[in-house]
């Protein structure tokens, strides 16, 4: 007796501390999702469309558009090479939904994204679009082919479920997202294997995509020494964090709100005594997560979204802004629709506007001149010169902006094959300008010139996406 009104106490203690923790009650779910809307900008605050370098950050278990099960979704170009060949405003990056439940639930799951494309996903969707014309899949309904959207059908929301996920060896930008104390979910995907249906666990529901909306803060780095910001929206912008890394050296600064429609300067490479500013990457870090917390997730939800872009947001050498989008924004902008609705449910992304400096800009239109009056010797070191400036996955964004501004044939050329060749790993003989990749790039990059989403912009980066395919 004593052993089952013991029982019945932790039992109930258990509940009463999982309700008070604010993730619901018995009969109700709570939803959480967290994610980023990373964009560049250039010093006079113009967004840039760009192509994120980055491949194979993700496990090769999540879904993309090229690899949609039994979709034939090869439509064009961009659908074949994948992300990595559309240019957008906007990168859509981690997006993940937790639930919350006490007893098991049955939930659809619906995002969409009308100004732009879902790319990634996982587990397993049972509707998407948008697809080709000529595309043959079980995914679509009539009618939906046009929208860019996700569909999970039949969520199965367990709490005491399989605490088994899939996995690979290597980093990710993934597996941090699952240290939180959220529900398992398990999907059944809509094709069948070996006549059975397969079933997929995971922590949360996974998604990514691009898109071409302007940003909601608009940055201007008019000088190496400050930022101005402006906030877009007709609401306010809150927890904005000011990055400013150079050689390895940081300069931080914190302003808890920008308010609607304003404006304000922050310094960056002296950190301004007006504002909060953090002695150390620790600081930051916890500042930022408690940031989080404070806008709606729970602290390890907190925890588990810095944790996941912690190299990416506090390592990566240059300048940028991250700061929390009002929720109403975010609801407006990608549409999140549960059937059954939860109780209780928190949108929190992270704005981050990468910026690019005069002197960064002023150091790689030199170093493209250069390049291009330069002996092969020359290149070599020039080449090596524009690794170091470690501008990572936004290179392309870089070059781009520098060509926009020239608008000279010549110099478009000479940035191309700098920028192919930059990016290359290093090869087992010197590259040479007779080489059959430098070829092609000098012949697409003479005769045209980028400009947004145009078929020709598709193929121009299809070629420098591509060009280590390219026997050398």
Wanted: charged share 20%.
């Amino acid at each position: 007796m004593k052993t089952l009104l013991l029982s019945l106490a932790l039992a109930t203690s258990s509940v009463a501390a999982y309700a008070c923790g604010g993730y619901g009650d018995f009969d109700h779910y709570t939803a959480h999702e967290w994610g980023t809307f990373t964009s560049i900008q250039g010093t006079d605050g113009v967004p840039i469309a760009w192509q994120s370098l980055v491949v194979g950050d993700l496990p090769r278990f999540v879904y993309n558009r090229t690899r949609a099960e039994d979709a034939k979704l090869l439509g064009n170009t961009a659908e074949f090479f994948g992300k990595g060949s559309m240019a957008a405003r906007q990168r859509i990056e981690t997006p993940v939904i937790y639930f919350y439940s006490l007893k098991p639930q049955t939930i659809d799951v619906r995002v969409d994204l009308p100004q732009g494309k879902i790319t990634e996903w996982y587990p397993q969707i049972s509707k998407f679009g948008p697809v080709p014309g000529e595309a043959v899949t079980p995914f679509i309904d009539p009618g939906q082919r046009d929208k860019s959207f996700i569909q999970w059908s039949k969520v199965q929301v367990i709490p005491r479920g399989n605490e088994t996920f899939p996995s690979e060896k290597g980093g990710s930008h993934y597996y941090a997202a699952r240290e939180t104390d959220a529900s398992p979910v398990q999907v059944t995907p809509p094709t069948v294997k070996e006549g059975k249906p397969t079933v997929q666990n995971e922590k949360f529901l996974f998604y990514r995509g691009v898109a071409g909306f302007p940003s909601p803060l608009m940055a201007k780095t008019v000088s190496d020494n400050s930022v101005t910001m402006q906030n877009q929206l007709n609401e306010p912008l809150k927890h904005l964090f000011v990055i400013d890394q150079r050689a390895n050296e940081y300069a931080f600064s914190y302003h808890a709100e920008l308010p609607a429609k304003q404006e304000l300067t922050a310094d960056i490479s002296i950190v301004s005594s007006r504002t909060q500013t953090f002695r150390s990457r620790d600081q930051l870090i916890q500042a930022m997560k408690d940031s989080l917390t404070k806008s709606g997730l729970f602290e390890k939800e907190s925890a588990a979204m810095v944790k996941t872009w912690e190299d990416s947001w506090f390592d990566e050498s240059g300048v940028r802004i991250l700061y929390v989008l009002p929720e109403k924004w975010v609801d407006a902008t990608m549409p999140l629709k549960f059937t059954p609705e939860p109780a209780k449910i928190a949108r929190v992304f992270v704005g981050r506007a990468e910026l690019f400096t005069p002197s960064l800009e002023h150091k790689l239109t030199q170093l493209v001149k250069n390049y291009g009056a330069a002996e092969f010797d020359q290149k070599k070191v020039l080449i090596q010169s524009v690794k170091d400036l470690r501008l990572g996955r936004f290179t392309q964004a870089a070059f781009d902006r520098v060509i926009r501004l020239q608008n000279d044939k010549a110099f478009t050329t000479a940035a191309y094959e700098l920028q192919g060749n930059a990016l290359m790993p290093a090869p087992a003989h010197p590259p040479s300008e007779h080489t059959a990749h430098t070829k092609v790039l000098t012949a697409v990059s003479t005769s045209l010139i980028r400009s947004n989403f145009s078929p020709d912009l598709e193929l121009l980066d299809l070629v420098l996406d591509c060009g280590a395919l390219v026997p050398r």
